[in-house]
């Protein structure tokens, strides 16, 4: 305990010599629905606000901002993450793709389509976040079971409850998928 107070005198202080190497901007370039980004962010500054608050990209949700909710989700390199728990500089020549860059100009995205036929958006909070989910199952797994889906899923709250409608939205596009 002694040692702890120590620290946090030393803290208040002002005396934590990484302080500065906080402040210090760190030069990123990054793709964001296929296009080049060349950005100085903070160390310390989290993908989803890079997204939200220096690109304008605000489809991409803050919700938990502690990995919990899912609200945040986007693709990395394909995969879904919580933008929330990645920092900035870890995009560094890195691949993102946000719900923005889902549609192709005015006609939305077979996943997005499916969410309106379903009526599975009801507040809409979770529904990009949701969406960017589902994207990265189906981009691997073009005809996932239920029990796939409801996996992939998992990490994405709705506090609507409407997982029925949002598990059936993605079967469809497997069925979609099928047929074409
Ligand atoms: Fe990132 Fe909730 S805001 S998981």
Redesign the pocket.
Known sequence: MAFLRGLGGYFLRGNFSGKDELMKLVQIKTTINGKEYDLEVRPNMTL?DLLRDELGLTGT?????????????VLLNGQAV????VLAPQVNGQEILTIEGLADGEKLHPLQESFLDHDAVHCGFCSP?MVMSAKALIDCTPNPSESEIRTAIA?N?CRCSGYQQIVDAIKEVKVEKRET
Do not use: D, P, Q
């Open positions: 989803l949700k803050r919700g938990c901002e502690v990995g919990e909710c899912g609200a945040c989700t919580n933008s929330c728990l976040g990490g709250l």
